[in-house]
């Protein structure tokens, strides 16, 4: 469930003292207290700001609202932190803040390796955090940063990366984990030339080698999104290459 940040029982708009949001926040936190202290605090300076409680709803929640930035609690009850941002910097570069209890250098390096913008430990002062959400967002706005499309519309097609859904017009598409994971990779380089090996190390990881495995989901993929397989619209073979998923019929 989503939360939309409330100050005095009146929902919030993002607005402080009649100036402009300075921008859309996420957080994702599951301690109720911790919520409404963020929530009450980042609202009264201008953003506006959502909740949710869980990884999986923070996974939908990144597609659904397009946050300028996340702030995102390492211990929560469905999956780790660490997993979420991982998980979202594989379709998106918006800007993520982690918050835990653990101060320790290999939580930190853990989570800045894995694509974390900053690390913020609890107990904090309402303070640093305001001074270090408005850095992050500082240095993403200065170079262009921030998320992606949660969406990829091709054709009749459109794929939702955050909840990893495909439909062909209203008509869902089942696709299994290597399909969708293949075809994630695919339309997030639109129009360019994926070699095997490419999409070997980002489907299979570095240790796999097999390029039948790429050319069978390719194949099974193109039965499931191609009107016509013989004469596909959209997923391209480079011979002796690699594959392309094309923008335009």
């Known amino acids: 469930m989503i939360m939309t940040a409330t100050v005095g029982g009146t929902a919030s708009s993002g607005v402080a003292g009649g100036g402009a949001a300075e921008g859309r926040l996420l957080i994702v936190e599951d301690d109720p207290n911790m919520q409404r202290l963020l929530q009450t605090q980042l609202t009264l300076r201008g953003w506006s700001v959502d909740v949710v409680s869980s990884g999986r709803a923070a996974l939908a929640a990144v597609g659904d609202l397009e946050p300028d930035l996340i702030?995102?609690?390492?211990?929560?009850?469905?999956?780790?932190?660490?997993?979420?941002?991982?998980?979202?910097?594989?379709?998106?570069?918006?800007?993520?803040?982690?918050?835990?209890?653990?101060?320790t250098p290999q939580a930190k390096v853990s989570a800045l390796e894995l694509g974390a913008d900053d690390y913020l430990t609890k107990p904090f002062h309402t303070g640093e955090l305001v001074a270090r959400v408005r850095a992050v967002l500082r240095r993403s706005r200065a170079?262009?940063?921030?998320?992606?499309?949660?969406?990829?519309?091709?054709?009749?097609?459109?794929?939702?990366?955050?909840?990893?859904?495909?439909?062909?017009?209203?008509?869902?598409?089942?696709?299994?984990?290597?399909?969708?994971?293949?075809?994630?990779?695919?339309?997030?380089?639109?129009?360019?030339?994926?070699?095997?090996?490419?999409?070997?190390?980002?489907?299979?990881?570095s240790g796999y080698d097999d390029i039948r495995a790429v050319h069978v989901h390719v194949s099974h993929l193109r039965r499931k999104l191609e009107p016509d397989v013989t004469g596909p619209r959209h997923l391209i073979t480079v011979p002796g290459v690699g594959y392309r998923f094309r923008s335009q019929e």
């Not at 995102?72 to 570069?93: H, K, N, Y």
């Not at 969708?180 to 997030?188: A, G, I, N």
Request: aromatic share 6%; glycine share 8%; charged share 25%.
């Open 71 to 103: 702030l995102l609690d390492i211990g929560l009850p469905d999956m780790d932190g660490i997993e979420v941002c991982r998980q979202i910097r594989e379709w998106a570069s918006v800007p993520i803040i982690l918050v835990t209890a653990a101060d």
């Open 143 to 205: 170079a262009g940063g921030g998320s992606v499309s949660a969406v990829v519309r091709v054709g009749a097609l459109t794929v939702n990366l955050a909840q990893r859904t495909v439909r062909r017009g209203e008509t869902e598409i089942y696709l299994t984990k290597i399909e969708f994971d293949l075809l994630r990779e695919l339309v997030t380089h639109l129009d360019r030339v994926l070699t095997y090996s490419h999409l070997l190390r980002a489907v299979w990881g």
